[in-house]
């Protein structure tokens, strides 16, 4: 009854041979199995490859060369105010600095910065100007002078430091300063963080996807093992009754666990590749979308081995619990 | 009972269970695969059954470049609606969003939930009801957003949200003149147009050539002035013999502008379909004469047969009803030659005390441009001057006043405030070439109407060209690959049942028998547990909210539903279809 290596090996050639004979049901078991690996695979190969990309769509972007924080940096500070105006949007814009503001954004203005009790209207502001004055809740401010372009300040106000807290407007601060941290509130060209904000949606995506697939792989291991155990219940009983120790009938389904898992992660693992290049090269020829190269990398081994390991121990498990029942 | 003891009670219980999971992974990855390829075909290509023009070989509408006086001159076309727009991908909070920019809200008046819909032009945006949560804002907020081209930070108010219910529930809106400064894009031209109550190949037939125009004119001196359907000046052709002049337009609303010493004439407007004669010697009708000149002058006009026309004082200038021909304007110490070819303005002023501007035209870089259209408007916005010149610098004859000065050479333009007299020689900068092969008429012979699903196959092929490649191959080899999990599945069943059913069809019992006791029970519970997968794979779906570029993968329940029914019923198929066989053969296999 005790362990015996040419015994054990004898042992798992005789499973080996039942196995192949059918007698375990095996290929549906393996072929269920491997499909799960095989979306595992895909998952993993297709991140991987985007991945592998993005470095070099980053290397095409535009840096930024402008940013803006909520925080405070060394920087322009702005003061950021806004009025409704006969349902209009006005922004109040005021700063310390403001040749530097007005610098930063190109602007091409007709008259002078102002100064306190003054204001540098948008060129859309125009019409509100009576006798050289805009008024602001309330106070007259004289113009200064016009704000032609850029667009987006074609319809803002812009004051002095002073006049704008003469006013007490309640407003919000934003600092801007040229180039900098990625991780800034806003940046200019925005490219860059549109790449990585883009990148960052897959890849929650990808994770999510990839908990439920192997949570799903977990869940089908364990169901085909069942069957397998429930399956090889007469050969188990045969080999017992001709005298086939506990120990050695345990060891020698644990290396045929092993081997049925090898072969349906390995199997999963083709299939996985070649399912992906089909669709990857069909969308490739019929919409000419970029062709997703499958990439191995050690996220691609870590999966292979939770696989492996997942059908190993779910085999391993219920065969000894098959072993233990005799 | 007896199908429970044929299938074996354990092995239903697997089957169940590992029919639930493989149902559920199909359903979620269609749901996935319907939602992203739906959600981006349509968000890429405008939300909408109309017709858009977009640049041809533009990648992605994104990046497509349409000049906006063709939206204009659409709208002339009966029963036509054009409607420019821009499309920018941006970020909001770290968050990616698409920006669009439009000139018309007419689809989101009704349609706000929070807030209120501005009525002007001005800094405010508006966001979908999906993108207002998901970027967590509040009505109010002050936001900066940068372009994705330019160096360029535009703060906005958040003005207000909308639920239309559709995709652009995640997208924001700013106004067209923001949507542009954001998209990057040149003054005049828009990311594409939305074009209802015209046919896709009416459209393309119309927009595909360029058309011919000859001019037949007598010899006048003077300039003639082309301006487009935004009263951009697109060309200038000097009329100084009288042979005929031929130009080819493409597809447009065109004005001409002849101009003379002291006149202006709006000689006509058209809207060019097709090869077209221009006869500026035959025209018939009354004009209007506008004679910029005080209430006190009381000015006489007098035809080529010595017949004066009788003049009216409308509050600014005198006015008289002529036709086509030559006259005289006689003033108290001076009289004028006018030729009169339509409505026309003439300013005494221009023929009398001119001073000479100095115009120099060059590119950012300090090169000096060529070939550029120039034009000076009053303002009144009248034009009083246009040329094309092939020189950077050139010498104008002006009155003194205040002017804007456009230099255009498409698709750049650039303004200038001058007053005259001026010492100075005004510099008017043009912004540099990052493109030279978008060039003037090229970009309107560069068009095609396409439809949305064409026009989002080019933005998906582009914008997130990788992302959209990667995501839809995943889903793609997901859904094929758990559909192919499940028909194993299936398969296994058959295999755990066959011997039971061998037994039975020793015992005699007919195929129908067994029909009706085996594969019956297990079709009611392959539509039970469809059903049941498909309630799974849709609060999953719903629950990761998962988004590309802003947008959600919007799916339907009804389509899991009828996918995941459609996948059991096959695989149950596969399944009689193996029981069936083994009859057949009796079970020898």
């Known amino acids: 009854m005790g362990f015996s290596l040419l015994k054990n090996l004898r042992l798992t050639q005789f499973m080996l041979a039942a196995a192949a004979r059918g007698e375990f049901k095996l290929t549906q078991s393996i072929l269920a199995t491997a499909l799960f690996v095989s979306l595992l695979i895909v998952l993993t190969v297709s991140s991987q490859a985007y991945l592998s990309q993005l470095p070099i769509l980053e290397e095409i972007a535009i840096k930024p060369a402008l940013i803006a924080s909520k925080e405070p940096l060394k920087g322009i500070a702005i003061k950021i105010s806004y009025i409704k105006l006969n349902s209009n949007f006005i922004l109040i814009l005021a700063s310390s600095n403001l040749t530097a503001f007005l610098k930063l954004n190109q602007a091409n203005i007709d008259g002078k910065l102002p100064s306190f009790g003054e204001a540098l209207l948008g060129v859309k502001l125009k019409p509100l100007i009576e006798n050289s004055t805009f008024t602001l809740k309330g106070l007259n401010l004289k113009v200064s002078g016009f704000i032609n372009s850029p667009e987006h300040l074609s319809s803002a106000v812009i004051l002095a430091d002073s006049t704008f807290e003469k006013l007490n407007f309640s407003y919000e601060c934003f600092y801007l300063k040229e180039e900098g941290d990625f991780q800034a509130f806003a940046q200019a060209p925005s490219s860059l963080s549109l790449i990585k904000a883009v990148a960052s949606e897959i890849l929650k995506m990808v994770s999510s996807i990839a908990w439920v697939l192997r949570s799903a792989l977990t869940l089908i291991c364990l169901m085909q093992a069942y069957s397998i155990a429930k399956e090889s219940r007469k050969t188990l009983k045969m080999l017992l009754a001709l005298n086939a120790s506990k120990i050695n009938l345990t060891l020698s389904l644990t290396i045929l666990a092993l081997l049925i898992s090898g072969i349906a992660v390995a199997l999963g693992y083709a299939i996985g590749l070649t399912g992906l290049a089909l669709s990857s090269s069909a969308l490739s020829i019929f919409y000419g979308l970029p062709y997703i190269k499958p990439l191995a990398s050690y996220a691609l081994i870590k999966e292979l081995i939770f696989a492996l390991t997942a059908s190993f121990l779910a085999l391993t498990i219920l065969f000894a619990n098959e072993v233990l029942k005799l | ?589």
Not at chain 2, 540 to 568: D, K, P, R, V
């Open chain 2, 1 to 589: 009972m007896i199908s429970i003891k044929v299938l074996k009670p354990k092995a239903i219980i697997a089957f169940m269970l590992a029919s639930l999971l493989t149902l559920t992974i199909a359903n979620s990855a269609f749901a996935l695969l319907y939602g992203f390829s739906s959600s981006m075909l349509k968000a890429m290509g405008g939300l909408s059954k109309e017709v858009l023009i977009i640049q041809e070989g533009a990648k992605s509408i994104h990046t497509s470049w349409v000049p906006l006086s063709l939206a204009e001159s659409l709208n002339k076309l009966p029963n036509v609606k054009a409607k420019p727009f821009t499309l920018t991908p941006s970020i909001v909070n770290g968050q990616p969003v698409i920006v669009r920019g439009l000139s018309i809200l007419f689809d989101y008046e009704n349609k706000i939930i929070e807030g209120a819909l501005p009525k002007e032009d001005g800094a405010w945006i508006l966001f979908g009801e999906k993108a207002y949560k998901k970027l967590r804002l509040k009505i109010g907020d002050i936001i900066a957003i940068g372009s994705p081209k330019n160096p360029s930070l535009i703060f906005l108010i958040v003005a207000g949200v909308y639920k239309l219910g559709d995709l652009r529930d995640y997208e924001a809106v700013v106004p067209l003149n923001l949507g542009l400064a954001l998209a990057g894009l040149p003054k005049g031209f828009v990311s594409a147009i939305q074009v209802e109550g015209i046919k896709k190949e009416a459209l393309k037939k119309l927009l595909e050539k360029p058309y011919k125009i000859e001019i037949i004119h007598e010899a006048i001196d003077g300039q003639l002035t082309i301006l487009d359907a935004l009263s951009l000046p697109i060309a200038s052709i000097s009329l100084k013999d009288s042979k005929p002049k031929k130009l080819e337009l493409p597809f447009g609303y065109y004005t001409f502008i002849y101009q003379a010493s002291g006149l202006a004439s709006n000689i006509t407007s058209l809207l060019l379909t097709k090869d077209q004669t221009l006869n500026l010697s035959l025209k018939k009708g009354l004009f209007k004469l506008k004679a910029i000149l005080p209430a006190s002058v009381n000015p006489a006009l007098i035809s080529e047969s010595g017949k004066e026309i009788k003049g009216f004082w409308v509050g600014d200038s005198w006015l008289f009803n002529v036709s086509q021909g030559a006259y005289i304007l006689k003033l108290k110490n001076s009289s004028f030659k006018i030729l009169i070819q339509g409505d026309s303005i003439f300013n005494p002023a221009f023929a009398e005390n001119q001073q000479s501007l100095k115009v120099k035209v060059l590119w950012r870089d300090g090169t000096e441009a060529s070939n550029y259209i120039i034009s000076i408007k009053n303002l009144n916005g009248e034009l009083v001057f246009g040329a094309e010149s092939h020189t950077s610098t050139i010498t104008i004859p002006l009155p003194a006043g205040e002017y804007e000065i456009e230099v255009s050479k498409p698709p750049y333009l650039a303004k200038a405030h001058v007053n005259v007299p001026s010492k100075e020689i005004i510099s008017i900068t043009l912004s540099g070439l990052s493109n030279p092969s978008k060039i003037p008429l090229e970009a309107f012979k560069r068009l095609k109407p396409s439809s949305p699903i064409e026009a989002s196959i080019m933005a998906l092929s582009m914008l997130i060209g990788l992302a959209a490649s990667m995501l839809l191959a995943l889903t793609i080899a997901l859904t094929i690959l758990s559909a192919f999990a499940l028909f194993a599945i299936y398969k296994a069943l058959y295999s755990f049942a066959k011997e039971n059913l061998k037994l039975l069809w020793m015992l005699n019992a007919e195929s129908s028998f067994i029909f009706k006791t085996v594969t019956m029970p297990i079709l009611a519970l392959s539509l039970t547990l469809s059903l049941l997968s498909s309630i799974l794979a849709f609060i999953l779906h719903e629950s990761l909210n998962l988004s590309i570029l802003g947008y959600g993968a919007l799916t339907l329940f009804q389509f899991i539903f009828a996918y995941s029914t459609l996948l059991a019923l096959t695989s149950w198929l596969s399944f009689q279809a193996e029981i069936n066989k083994s009859i057949k053969e009796g079970f020898m296999h």
